[in-house]
């Protein structure tokens, strides 16, 4: 039998739960301690790990001794820089922590400064990475299927924002914006695909369905719900992010596209499956990634399904299970972590740009320190 290594969970709503099913996966994995104030999501966490012992704060936590041996931060965004600086200070423990790793431009060099002094792994949750049909496209991508990639777009077209514990994620003070919260994913992806960084990023933005008629404490939601942002890198390629959030209907949630001189490759990823109304089109979408070349003219398509237990486990096609994968070993065997706090902030700091872009009708300039505009 492998080892053994006791977590910590900070936060166990819906992306907490799906932690830990998802841990419960692992060999060797075992959830001893939940940080979670509301009663709710501790009830409904009781029926995944009946033998957690739970705690109110995080203070709480730290102050029991239960010999923690890595941590899992599930928390709204606006709560991660804060626990970060202060798992920093008062531990030495291997972290994951949920996207994004921050909300806002100013918490950046704190965070990065305090996460290059800890002594243990800091892996941030940048899940569609991991998905099947996405690292078949990243395989064929950088095999040279398509020769050198020149344009890259991406495309989510999904549901509107679901609900979450107070109502948290509906203002752009407490998400840092759609922008970032929703896609710090996209733009993460974008870097590792083009294998560059970001240099200018211009984005126009609407708020033109979602989330109109609600009100919290007299305040209507601030959050966009459709968004087209352009991408430009140091090495000469260019992205482009097309977001909406009011086409649920579709039979593919996000769509992956990446041209090159000699052809064009495509990845089509359905949406979570509970949301799939089986009872009247049958079956899910299964993911597919085509690769469509010049010369000679003929898709090629290949279906990439995901294994029936890791679907159950949640909603990003497995990828939180094949991430935990590579975290436990990082943590177990020392194996180096796939997305670093810096991976991170870069893919913050695009979004944030974007949010300034949409709002000044100006691009934004990518520099060391977070971005500049004229």
């Given at each position: 039998?492998?080892?053994?290594?006791?977590?910590?969970?900070l936060?166990?709503g819906?992306?907490?739960?799906e932690?830990?099913?998802?841990?419960?996966?692992?060999?060797g994995a075992?959830?001893?301690?939940?940080?979670?104030?509301n009663?709710q999501?501790r009830?409904?966490c009781?029926?995944?790990?009946?033998d957690?012992?739970?705690?109110d704060?995080?203070?709480?936590?730290?102050?029991?001794?239960?010999?923690?041996?890595?941590?899992?931060i599930?928390?709204?965004?606006?709560?991660?820089?804060?626990?970060l600086?202060?798992?920093?200070?008062?531990?030495?423990?291997?972290?994951?922590?949920e996207?994004?790793?921050?909300?806002?431009?100013?918490?950046i060099?704190?965070?990065?400064?305090?996460?290059s002094?800890?002594?243990?792994?800091?892996?941030?949750a940048?899940?569609y990475?991991y998905?099947?049909?996405?690292?078949?496209?990243?395989?064929?991508?950088l095999?040279?299927?398509?020769?050198?990639?020149?344009m890259?777009?991406i495309?989510?077209?999904?549901?509107p924002?679901l609900?979450?514990?107070?109502?948290?994620?509906?203002?752009n003070?407490k998400t840092?914006?759609?922008?970032?919260?929703?896609?710090?994913h996209?733009f993460d992806?974008m870097?590792l695909?083009?294998?560059?960084?970001a240099?200018?990023?211009?984005?126009?933005?609407?708020?033109?369905?979602?989330?109109?008629?609600?009100?919290?404490a007299g305040?209507?939601p601030d959050?966009?719900?459709?968004?087209?942002?352009?991408?430009?890198f140091?090495?000469?390629?260019?992205a482009?992010?097309?977001?909406?959030?009011?086409a649920?209907?579709?039979?593919?949630?996000?769509?992956?596209?990446a041209i090159?001189?000699t052809?064009?490759?495509?990845?089509?990823?359905?949406?979570p499956?509970?949301?799939?109304p089986?009872?009247?089109l049958?079956?899910?979408?299964?993911?597919?990634?085509?690769?469509?070349?010049?010369?000679?003219?003929g898709?090629?398509?290949?279906?990439?399904?995901?294994?029936?237990?890791?679907?159950?486990?949640?909603?990003?096609?497995?990828?939180?299970y094949?991430?935990?994968?590579?975290?436990f070993a990082?943590?177990?065997?020392?194996?180096p972590v796939?997305?670093?706090?810096?991976?991170?902030?870069?893919?913050?700091?695009?979004?944030?740009a974007?949010?300034?872009?949409?709002?000044?009708?100006?691009a934004?300039?990518?520099t060391?320190?977070?971005?500049s505009?004229k």
């Amino acid at each position: 039998m492998g080892k053994t290594v006791r977590y910590g969970i900070l936060g166990c709503g819906m992306m907490g739960q799906e932690h830990l099913r998802n841990l419960a996966l692992i060999d060797g994995a075992e959830v001893v301690a939940i940080t979670e104030p509301n009663a709710q999501m501790r009830q409904s966490c009781l029926q995944l790990v009946p033998d957690a012992i739970f705690f109110d704060t995080l203070e709480e936590m730290l102050k029991a001794d239960l010999k923690l041996e890595a941590l899992v931060i599930a928390t709204p965004n606006y709560q991660h820089a804060d626990q970060l600086l202060t798992l920093f200070e008062r531990t030495h423990l291997p972290i994951l922590v949920e996207k994004p790793v921050v909300s806002s431009l100013d918490q950046i060099a704190k965070v990065r400064a305090a996460a290059s002094r800890h002594p243990a792994p800091v892996w941030v949750a940048m899940e569609y990475r991991y998905m099947p049909p996405v690292a078949k496209f990243r395989e064929q991508l950088l095999a040279g299927d398509i020769g050198d990639l020149k344009m890259l777009n991406i495309r989510e077209h999904r549901f509107p924002f679901l609900e979450k514990v107070d109502d948290w994620n509906r203002f752009n003070a407490k998400t840092g914006g759609t922008l970032v919260e929703k896609c710090c994913h996209f733009f993460d992806l974008m870097r590792l695909l083009t294998q560059s960084e970001a240099k200018r990023v211009y984005a126009s933005t609407g708020q033109d369905c979602n989330h109109l008629d609600e009100s919290y404490a007299g305040q209507t939601p601030d959050i966009i719900d459709n968004a087209f942002v352009i991408v430009d890198f140091a090495n000469g390629k260019r992205a482009c992010l097309d977001l909406n959030m009011f086409a649920e209907g579709s039979r593919y949630q996000e769509e992956i596209c990446a041209i090159g001189p000699t052809a064009k490759l495509e990845c089509f990823v359905p949406g979570p499956g509970r949301f799939w109304p089986t009872e009247t089109l049958g079956e899910a979408p299964v993911p597919k990634v085509i690769l469509s070349p010049r010369h000679p003219k003929g898709p090629i398509e290949a279906d990439i399904p995901v294994d029936d237990t890791l679907l159950a486990a949640g909603d990003h096609n497995g990828s939180t299970y094949y991430q935990h994968v590579g975290f436990f070993a990082a943590v177990t065997q020392r194996q180096p972590v796939d997305v670093s706090i810096e991976d991170g902030l870069k893919a913050v700091v695009i979004g944030l740009a974007a949010q300034h872009s949409a709002q000044t009708g100006q691009a934004v300039e990518i520099t060391e320190s977070g971005f500049s505009f004229k």
